[in-house]
């Protein structure tokens, strides 16, 4: 997954919650293999590699399509599974701006619209390339508590790269990093059965020129969206928290507060100059 | 703190929602997947109702001796058992073993003050009440299978009950399909039971009441031999979920009952030997996620060909507390007499059918309950009451006849437990 991830489980012994961990781990790892555009055996390589050529998809792939087509309409365009290729264009090692022609040359190949999509067959136009990482890390950690509960475990905490799934009668305690100072803490909230995640603009921006640009890529224009220092979500389940938050960021400082309200979950929101929009409950600090 | 609930779902909300839900990780349970635990449960149920008014008890008594104001006690014991059978069958057995003491009303007589027997419309009417030597003994058993397939179920069960003067046959079958990514749920049924009576001694009293009641009494409508119905039912009901909380489901049905309806056990009761019932229901399944609790909210609505028309609202809210789940309910219920009842116009026995049951007559009824389950892994414990009392004053529409003075008042307590394993 690219980042730390954590299982935590209620067990009556030590060994015995290592031992439940293991299927827990394996599914993790079935999902990596499958989804991760970083290994050439994975489905979404092959996907790629198979551009120009239809392909049909097993039943999980097609949901998670599906789930991606939806939050494309729900964000009128600005999340994109098609826009991955814009990384070729943006170093955020370098801290250097691409040339402006280098991203209008991969815009043509940027669009989910463009995609021939009749589940479960998918018919990627040469050229073009997914990425499910927005969506899969986040499906997974609500796939594990599945996992964990029909193996009879009663409660847990799933996390995977800071997003999390909290299942059964327990309640978890979660600390939020300060996005702006991610080693000073925010704030402390106890999360029973449900979804909880975190988008920001801390792990990967460069400065260039006094600007700050984040890796948060509007796939119309191929230049970094002004985000809000970082969201956080709490909802059902970890899926439609780190949707929420996601497309909180994609809708840019200006707009994501309108959005999030829109959306009508609880959330927490900091500004880049330190302002914070707590919606949580009151008795969250 | 707990999960903060911020404002109602939004329209983007209930779209992704429902996007997600075709995940096979957070599909909602779907009832087309084959059970995979074995459940074993036992119930106790004490059903009383409660004694009436000894002013409203004749002196006259099916059997020599008195008038009891006592009514029915019954004792119920229910074992059930279910397996999945395989990837996708599963089995059921149900038994039911039931002790029914007490007494019933046989017919209803106006009496003056002094008990004598009267047709003036000033003088009360009073019930005439078996002795309280009624002991029935009733044995049930179900058998019931499954299918489970991809997209729905298939449903197969017979039923055989038996007690010392009667027996009934049944057997039914149905089948439930989803559509529209499991969003839309179709299902319809039939089933057919056969029932046999041999009455032991019910249709001849009412000809021995007839002389002690006096002139208008019409006598019960007798039993050669034995007494035979039928019973045809159909049904088709659909569902809908309409957000990750909130489920809607609306059905109708159709029965027939032929053969001899009249009660054996009345002895003024002729009732025609045909009854066509209809119903509609709708219901609403809304999860109120801030008090973590389900609201479930019944109507129904019932006709049938014999004049009575029925209205029941029931409303019960699923709350959960740690390893408790406690469930408030209250329920409406009001009725329309059938066209042949009558407790006050002797002129109705003029007619081919009469009946003084309180169960035709107009009336409304409130029920409250209250049932707690206490979920302990893997084993759930039971325990509920429920308090009914009915009235011809919490009717909707007021009849012209007098209250029944047979209408019911009862309490029922049931422990159970539960093991799943």
């Not at chain 1, 009749?118 to 073009?128: D, E, I, R, T, V």
């Not at chain 2, 703190?1 to 997600?20: D, H, V």
């Not at chain 2, 004049?307 to 329309?336: C, D, F, M, V």
Request: proline residues 5%; hydrophobic residues 35%.
């Amino acid at each position: 997954m690219g980042s730390p991830c954590q299982i935590r489980l209620r067990a009556s012994s030590l060994s015995h919650a290592q031992a439940l961990c293991q299927p827990l781990m394996q599914e993790a790892w079935r999902f990596e293999a499958k989804y991760s555009r970083y290994l050439p055996t994975s489905l979404v390589s092959q996907i790629n590699a198979s551009a120009g050529a239809p392909l049909v998809l097993d039943s999980e792939a097609a949901a998670i399509i599906d789930y991606a087509a939806e939050l494309y309409q729900q964000s009128d365009g600005l999340f994109d599974i098609t826009s991955g290729v814009l990384r070729t264009a943006w170093d955020f090692s370098s801290a250097q701006l691409p040339a402006a022609q280098t991203i209008q040359a991969l815009l043509p190949n940027i669009g989910w619209q463009q995609v021939d999509w009749q589940n479960p067959k998918l018919l990627l136009p040469a050229g073009m390339q997914i990425d499910l990482g927005g969506v899969v890390k986040e499906y997974a950690a609500d796939a594990l508590a599945q996992c964990a509960q029909a193996q009879g475990i009663d409660s847990g905490l799933i996390e995977l790269g800071g997003d999390i799934r909290v299942f059964g009668s327990l309640t978890w305690p979660i600390g939020i990093s300060d996005p702006r100072q991610p080693s000073r803490p925010l704030l402390q909230l106890t999360l029973e059965a449900g979804g909880f995640a975190t988008s920001g603009n801390y792990q990967r921006y460069f400065m260039h020129a006094g600007k700050r640009y984040s890796h948060i890529l509007n796939p119309k224009t191929g230049w970094p969206v002004v985000t809000p220092a970082g969201v956080s979500v709490i909802a059902d389940n970890c899926l439609i928290a780190g949707s929420v938050s996601t497309l909180a960021l994609l809708m840019g400082e200006e707009q994501c507060l309108s959005w999030l309200y829109d959306v009508g979950l609880p959330f927490l929101c900091v500004f880049n100059d330190g302002r914070i929009v707590n919606e949580f409950a009151p008795s969250a600090n | 703190m707990t999960n903060p609930t911020f404002k109602k779902p939004s329209q983007r909300l209930l779209a992704l929602s429902t996007a997600a839900m075709a995940l096979p990780a957070l599909a909602p349970p779907s009832f087309a997947v084959a059970p995979t635990e074995r459940t074993l449960s036992y119930r106790y149920t004490q059903y009383n109702e409660m004694s009436i008014d000894p002013k409203k008890v004749s002196s006259i008594n099916a059997d020599e001796g008195g008038g009891s104001n006592q009514r029915y006690d019954i004792d119920i014991n229910q074992y059930a058992f279910s397996t999945p059978v395989g990837d996708h069958f599963s089995m059921s057995i149900d038994i039911q073993d039931e002790v029914l003491t007490g007494a019933s009303p046989w017919t209803v007589t106006k009496e003056d003050v002094k008990g004598t027997p009267s047709d003036s419309s000033d003088d009360e009417i009073k019930l005439v009440m078996s002795g309280a030597t009624i002991k029935e003994h009733r044995t049930e058993a179900n058998l019931a299978t499954t299918y489970y397939y991809s997209t729905g179920t298939i449903s197969g069960n017979v039923g055989f009950s038996t007690e010392d003067d009667y027996e009934s046959t049944s057997a039914g079958l149905s089948w439930g399909g989803e559509f529209d990514d499991k969003q839309t749920g179709v299902s319809v049924g039939v089933s057919y039971s056969d029932d046999t009576a041999d009455p032991e001694e019910g249709s001849y009293k009412g000809t021995e009441l007839g002389g002690k009641i006096g002139g208008w009494l019409n006598g019960s409508d007798p039993v050669v031999g034995t007494a035979k119905k039928e019973s045809v039912s159909g049904f088709i009901s659909g569902s809908r979920i309409l957000s990750p909380n909130w489920i809607v489901q609306a059905g109708v049905s159709y029965t027939q009952k032929t053969g001899h309806l009249s009660d054996p056990y009345k002895a003024n009761d002729k009732r025609p030997d045909e009854r066509n019932l209809y119903t509609f229901n709708a219901s609403s399944r809304y999860w109120i996620k801030p008090i973590k609790a389900a609201m479930h909210a019944d109507y129904r609505y019932y006709t049938d060909d014999w004049g009575i028309e029925s209205h029941t609202l029931s409303l019960a809210l699923y709350q959960n507390w740690q390893k408790l789940q406690i469930i408030p309910s209250l329920r409406y219920y009001t009725q329309t007499s059938a066209s042949f009842y009558s407790i006050a116009d002797p002129e109705t026995t003029l007619y081919n059918y009469y009946a003084d049951d309180h169960r035709l007559s107009n009336f409304g009824a409130i029920t409250t309950g209250l049932k707690i389950v206490f979920k302990q892994k893997p084993v759930d414990w039971i325990l509920s009451g429920e308090y009914y009392v009915s009235g011809a004053d919490m009717a909707l529409d007021k009849a012209d006849e007098p209250e029944h003075p047979g209408l019911l008042k009862y309490t029922k307590f049931t422990f159970g437990v539960e093991h799943r394993f």
